[in-house]
């Protein structure tokens, strides 16, 4: 029996950890030909909700093809890939974008014998695709598009040579794509400018790229404060004798992000920088990595306050992918964590969010042909993490020392009166009573009251202030009956000692009385089964053990304690 216990514990702590953690890297490729990502500064991998878009191009027909594939369990198992063009000439360096279901992709192509932009929508979730639709009609070349989309305006950038040097153009629709308005030329000196990249939060668009007008590559931003109907001017964000280039750009809000890799010291480094009004001013630079090597090709992808960084790094020998996060929107940086580990190169690394899942996606040679590689974080994008242990009276089984997995809500409350609500995070608990309680509002240092709801529980808050620490903290209700406020739990087990809050609270008033006992008496007389708030020991059914549970802690007084 001790020997299952600890085997019960290993497997729970194994499956519990997987929650903080990246997972294994996932192949979506499978062809003796090359594929291949784009620049950093296109994203190609773009998520909404459970859906999760991947676009590369492929060697696999003899050319270069656009490809697409999705999942529609966010990232957990992959569909089949999509072959969305289909030309003698070469398509190549896609980059998704997706608002709802929604799925917009742009790319360059030779097609009519010089490179041009091109583009394609699913307005299906990806599931079926339109024609293709050539967004440039000059002689030059049109290279390296970037895209982004907010509702149903959709914005691409690129940088294109129809004017003797490399300029950086842009383009809208603003119906999702069906129709597209004239190119604009964003840029307009004697040097050369590309590396362009886009991002939009709103109605406010923002453009960074590279450029060489002070003799060495500098960053430089652009905005429109109305969806790209005008613009601002040029401002330039990098000031040094360095080589500054290949930027990706972030908006949420008001706040901008903005990473390039720079040459200013011995390597090439990961540099940050933001803005909080929108553009209009700039922090300093911030060096994200300091390491013997170099980093190169970062790509950046904003959610609320929480900031997802990823690059290329060959810190180690070879080139291997790295990420890093922010949780306080870019003012500190959490240490590296290397995403890769092999001997092989993997380079050309895109990052995306959707609620809690990071995606990230690139290209890997570790297969002896550059592949298309995928990995997520499940809880990546929670800004705090709460490693809570909690048992429930009825729903724990003393001869097991397991619990019935049920649903809990936990609330941050301010630690002084009137004691508000911060945030709230709603899980199911492990047959262990732990579970990972996420929450976005909280902030580092600051402490909270917790209080703990279950449906048919009595209210029950820590008997002390938390606080988090880097994004993260723990609380134990179980250990001993002190860890909650005024000692407010029962004992339910004796090997190993184990508390838990009080069962019965059936009408969640804060108390335990006979209101809940006449509840759980006349669903047990109507044989009420189910998932109902009169099952007091989550066996799905209201008979004589639930009215028991009821009937003592009635008899008991239980009530809610708190400060």
Known sequence: MKMILILLILITLYTFNLFAQWQPDVRLTYNPAASSTSFNNAWCIASSGDFVHAVWYDLRDGNREIYYKRSTDGGVSWGADTRLTNNSANSWYPSVSVSSSVVHVVWQDNRDGNEAIYYKRSTDGGLSWGTDTRLTS??????????????????????????????????????????????????????????????????????????????????????????????????????????SRYPSLSASGSIVHIVWEDYRGSDFNIYYKRSTDGGTSWTADIPLTLDLGDSYHPSLSVSGSVL?????????????????????????????????????????????????????????????????????????????????????EGFYDSV?????????????????????????????????????????????????????????????????????????????FAAVPTQAYGSNEVQVDTSPLQYAIYSGDVNQDGFVNLNDIILTSNNSSNFISGYVSTDLNGDDNTN????LIAYNNSNRFVSVMRP
């Open 138 to 243: 000059n002689s030059g070349y049109s290279l390296s598009p970037s895209g982004a989309v907010s509702g149903s305006e959709v914005h691409v950038v690129w940088y294109e040579g129809r004017d003797g040097n490399n300029e950086i153009y842009y383009k809208r629709s603003s119906d999702g794509g069906i129709s597209w308005g004239a190119d604009t030329r964003l840029t307009n000196d004697i040097a050369d400018s590309y590396g362009s990249s886009v991002s939009v939060s709103g109605s406010v668009v923002h453009v960074a790229w590279q450029d060489k007008r002070d003799s060495n590559y500098e960053i430089y931003h652009k905005r429109s404060t109305d969806a790209g109907i005008s613009w601002g001017t040029d401002t330039r964000l990098t000031n040094n004798p360095a080589l």
């Open 544 to 547: 004589l053990s639930d009215i």
């Open 308 to 392: 997802h960084a990823v690059w290329s790094d060959n810190r180690d020998g070879n080139s291997n992918i790295y990420y890093k996060r922010s949780t306080d929107a870019g003012i500190s940086w959490q240490a590296d964590t290397p995403l890769t580990s092999n001997f092989a190169t993997a380079v050309s690394v895109s990052v995306s969010v959707s609620d809690q899942v990071v995606h990230a996606v690139w290209q890997d040679n570790r297969e002896g042909n550059y592949e298309i590689f995928y990995k997520r974080n499940p809880t990546g994008n929670s800004e705090f993490t709460l490693s809570l242990t909690v048992f429930i």
């Open 400 to 476: 097991t020392n397991n619990l019935i997995g049920d649903t809990v809500t936990v609330y941050l409350r301010n630690s002084s009166f009137p004691y508000n609500v911060i945030d709230s995070s709603k899980r199911k608990l492990s047959s262990s009573g732990t579970a990972p309680f996420l929450f976005s509002n909280a902030v580092n240092g600051i402490s909270y009251y917790l209080e703990v709801k279950h449906r048919n529980s009595i209210a029950t808050w820590s008997s002390f202030p938390i606080v988090f620490t880097s994004g993260s903290s723990n609380y134990n």
